[in-house]
């Protein structure tokens, strides 16, 4: 394994974004050393690698934090993202899509930090800490269960069940997820909600000549869904919708699936009226250019749909459906969108086109949505609960304790690793 053991190296790209950055608005607590480990870090996309940024970019003013992740490759470099320090570890392989890297637990006990933050679902994160020996205190964001790898998850549910029962708390993203999950309902006592905020400021500004780009192309009537195409996306239940639905829906993602949704939609003649998009260099345009977001979701491993909230942050009505997680609490059903059973077309078509039908009804919902992500998810309610439990357990008033080590876990849903 080749390893880059330099300095932390920023690009121009990131050194001018750190300089546009605004001064820290937060008392930093310099002595609190902070070690989130993920499994990896954007430019790689994907919900929990999305969180993780926003999260370690924010507490990064607040404490000395770090960040370790999994490579793409066998090499381990070290980056300054944004101010944040992160290491990616080089990976020789994936197993069951967790990827094992040698040297982690090396990492880690070189880190030296006093909170150990591991983002789950991440098998061989869990491993190499107990393996690093850290005596410190362990955090974990809990971002869903194993589901399709079963036996996996069959396997390592004994490790799991070892490391709850020494922790002092778990976040959990929604308290609908408490009850649906047979993990979680059993700690019950030690789960506190703390949701996923996002940056309302942030989705504010966009370019205006852009959103007139997008409606003059694919207007008048646009609804939009963003995610990997995936399984349990349900993106192939919205391509049937359309079949009823006046309007021109747009997909934002990369995944598997990309082929057999673009035929699919051409086998049930609405390719005229749907767009796959692999990648757009902003998405804020596209959700202000919407009329309607979808969230065509069909099993638990949509957790909690932080794409619900940047569509909700830009005043747009959102369409769900009736998912055992944290989907609806997200958006509830009358308040700032309409929920609809899984994998049922026919519903989401009819939900879609009264959206689309009824402007009032539309403005009411897209209001809701955007008063309801600025009274209950914004970026620093996320990060200010997330510090207070960090005191919290670093003073011994956590939840509950356990022995000579403590774990906070965030969890926040379901998952495929």
């Known amino acids: 394994m080749l390893v880059d053991l330099s300095a932390p190296r920023t690009t121009d790209t990131q050194a001018a974004a750190s300089a546009a950055r605004p001064a820290a608005t937060y008392p930093r607590t310099a002595q609190l050393r902070v070690l989130h480990i993920g499994k990896y870090y954007p430019p790689y996309r994907g919900g929990m690698e999305s969180h993780l940024e926003i999260l370690s970019e924010e507490l990064n003013r607040r404490v000395d934090l770090k960040v370790i992740v999994a490579n793409t490759s066998r090499h381990t470099t070290r980056d300054l993202i944004d101010g944040v320090e992160v290491t990616r570890v080089g990976k020789l392989f994936d197993l069951s899509s967790a990827a094992v890297c040698p040297s982690l637990a090396v990492e880690i006990r070189r880190a030296k930090a006093d909170i150990v933050h591991i983002h789950w679902p991440n098998p061989t994160a869990v491993l190499a800490y ?24 069959v396997a390592f549910m004994p490790i799991l069940r070892y490391a709850l029962k020494r922790s002092t708390a778990i976040i959990v993203s929604s308290p609908n997820y408490i009850e649906g999950s047979d993990v979680l309902r059993e700690f019950r006592d030690r789960c506190r909600v703390i949701p996923f905020g996002v940056s309302v400021d942030h989705f504010n500004q966009y370019d205006q000549s852009e959103v007139r780009r997008i409606r003059e192309l694919y ?6 869904g963003v995610g990997r195409m995936v399984y349990y996306k349900g993106f192939e239940h919205l391509i049937r919708a359309m079949a009823n639905v006046d309007g021109h829906l747009l997909i934002i993602g990369k995944g598997p699936l990309r082929e057999h949704l673009g035929q699919l939609a051409l086998n049930l003649k609405v390719s005229d009226r749907v767009t796959l998009l692999s990648e757009v260099d902003d998405i804020r345009p596209y959700y202000h250019a919407a009329d309607v977001f979808a969230l065509s979701s069909v099993m638990r491993s949509e957790a909690f ?3 619900q909230l940047e569509a909700m942050a830009c005043g747009k009505p959102v369409v769900n459906t009736q998912l055992d997680s944290g989907v609806t609490f997200v958006s509830p059903h009358g308040v700032s969108g309409l929920t609809v059973p899984p994998a049922n077309s026919v519903a989401l078509s009819e939900a879609i086109e009264q959206l689309l039908n009824q402007l009032d009804r539309q403005n009411e919902l897209g209001t809701g949505a955007r008063m309801r992500v600025a009274n209950e998810f914004t970026v620093e309610r996320m990060v200010q609960s997330t510090f207070d439990l960090y005191q919290e357990v670093m003073h011994g008033k956590s939840v509950a304790s356990v022995g000579d080590e403590d774990l906070v876990l965030t969890f926040c849903g379901n998952s495929d690793l």
Do not use: C, E, N
């Open 305 to 307: 749909g932080i794409v």
């Open 130 to 153: 107990l393996v690093s020996g850290h005596r410190g205190k362990l955090v974990f964001t809990y971002h869903s269960d194993i589901v399709r790898q079963r036996k996996m998850a």
């Open 219 to 224: 207007g008048p009537r646009i609804v939009l």
